[in-house]
């Protein structure tokens, strides 16, 4: 049977950390880093009984029941106070409930591109992110990073010639892959581009809340007066990913567009989940969870960092990070990291290499390390397997 | 500012029902027989407590965890023997869990539709189905229906007059909006002509599993022996809307498609849910359950028939479903719905015109009512204010 599918399918691939996934199962007692999950052992499990039991006790049917496409409002009053504690003031009636901020990112592609349109966006970027914005046929216009995030003069060359560009898409904090942040002042200008060229920001910020020391800076929307900047947040790094809340928050002009995408795309997102996140925060301290979540991760990060000193050979550089889950490492020029990746499986490790994330395609030499979801067994005996791998090259 | 958004925005509107629902809401006290909702009292809420709790008791960690974008796999299993009853034999592998059958339907626009493709469909069809699809820009092409569903006839003119029509919708059991079912007869010929002309069908089956009389008819799918039958699936009827469990079932080759579109578009189905519904079928008895819906269904059923042929002039036609949740009014030629609910919201009772339905618009005559959701009490009075309302027109 010769079916025709849309021409968009061409670029619907399998993404690539999925396909080492399942390299990884092939292989029992592999130590992975390669995926971008968060640490079970500190869902809060217990405690989730107690939430289940209490939204049924008080309220069994309407938890169950289709409620708003825009989402549970009380769900969107603790998001909105959230979001104040990153310098965000926004109405509650000006967030969206997605499932996760993926959704919000295939929302977004939805929302602004045409075929052949410009989407600019951090080189490397989020895999997922360019998977989402991939099956509405963009081109994507890459911007090179340095420590301190996007390169703003080479944003404003990237906007200077593409004038049509439809929106510039950056992860501020804690960047996957890289695990770099957006200076303070990288920021303001961003803002600042972004209103001149008349081009939306796409702020998404899954690992804001996750700083391990330092201050927190504020996200860029924060410095948005004209409604320009549209920020994704989710609940999968600082909760968990399996209850899939994650939410938009943006001017009241354009959250109404997402919205209505919203409602065709599958009307609402879980009734019971919003209630559950939105009863933990009133049953148990958020924050303090999260400082939990933070205090191991913190470790594990160090623990990685130290190890990685140890064993890796000096030609071989990496980023240092100050929260989230990744670091970023770059092999000597010329080498291939998908090649490395064979080796490293052989040796029970594994990672993700780093082309996947260039939209253009290139830079083979770099691939991604997840600190947070391993013991401190297996960062160390996985780092050392690593170091043997490269070292041997 | 002025922000390009995609062309495609000029098509996603504001779905009709949810601005009915929000007239309705400003009249308190108003019986609405407008929305598609399932009727809250039936939902299962003492077990979803023992449900949640014994989850995660078990496993609690991993129901919180990412999963597989193709979803859990004893719920897939429990779904494929389900569909064993309607005829239909699938490997749970080619089943992908999707937000609601809702999703399924947008999924289907992304997976096949170009901009200016056509879509054939019954006339009149499921609105949010349109809205669904719309998104993609096709063309809609409406197949007449008579008493047994789509005019097999009618649909062979559309085919071969549309060679590069993409795909044939259809609600083959108790369709939304009218409540008709399409015959046996027509179930074969229409996969016929599905293989005769290579367009695949897309069989949405939200009700079939709610009929009060007569035998089940094999699903659409059942006669299918060339992978050409995409059957959505959801339990927002038989079990609650709120979890936001549907499914899509398809041959291989085409249920691998749609499990990059459901990566790229929001990762994964939530994890909770989809072991809730698993769970509920292990612990409780699922047929035991859906009868118990089926039985306050069919009373509700039976009291509005009763209560429209008393109170409505006889100039008014109707359908009598044997299952699913609507009946579909028709008026006489050159009336309009929108303007007779204007008059029945004055007098406190509402439905959904009919003419959203209709893809290319007109058929101003006929409305929609739902009969599941309302107390007998309510069913009693609201059709009397609209018999009175009709009586005066």
Known sequence: MN?????????????AIREISRLIQQTPGTISFA????????????????????IIDEDGREALQYTSTEGYLPLRE?????????GVDIDPKDILITNGS?????????????????????????????????????????????????????????????????????IPDFQNPTGRTLSLERRKRLVE???????????????????????????????DTEGIVIYLGTT??????????????????????????????????NTLSQRQIAKFAEMYDYDAHVRGIIDVYRKRRDLMMDMIRKEFP?????????????????????????????????????FVPGEAFYPNGGNANHFRLNYC??????????IKRLGRVLKGL
């Open 193 to 223: 581009l972004a209103v001149k060229y008349g081009v939306p920001v796409i702020e998404d910020n899954p690992y804001g809340e996750l700083r391990f020391e330092g201050e927190r800076l504020p996200a860029v929307k924060h410095f």
């Open 102 to 170: 993926q959704q919000g990112l295939d929302f977004s592609g939805k929302l602004f591109v045409n075929e052949g349109d410009v989407v600019i966006c951090e080189s490397p970027s989020y895999v997922g992110a360019l998977s989402a914005f991939r099956a509405y046929l963009p081109r994507f216009v890459e911007v090179p990073m340095d420590e301190d995030g996007m390169i703003i003069e080479e944003l404003e060359k990237a906007l200077a010639q593409n004038p049509g560009a439809k929106f510039i898409y950056t």
């Open 236 to 269: 999968s790094k600082t909760f968990c990913p399996g209850l899939r809340v994650g939410w938009v928050a943006a001017s009241s002009d354009i959250i109404r567009k997402y919205v209505l995408i919203k409602q065709g795309a599958d009307l609402q997102a």
């Open 78 to 86: 603790f998001i909105a106070k959230r979001m104040g504690a990153s």
């Open 3 to 15: 079916i025709r599918f849309a021409d968009r399918m061409e670029e619907v691939k399998p993404s």
């Open 314 to 350: 000096l030609n071989i550089s990496y980023t240092y990070p100050k929260g989230g889950l990744f670091t970023w490492v770059d092999l000597p020029e010329g080498m291939d990291a998908a090649e490395v990746l064979k080796k490293a499986l052989e040796q029970g490790v594994a």
């Open 373 to 382: 979801t391993s013991s401190d067994e297996k960062i160390v005996e996985g």
């Open 35 to 54: 995926g971008g999950w968060p640490a079970p052992e500190l869902f809060p499990t217990e405690e989730m009984k107690a939430v289940c039991v209490n």
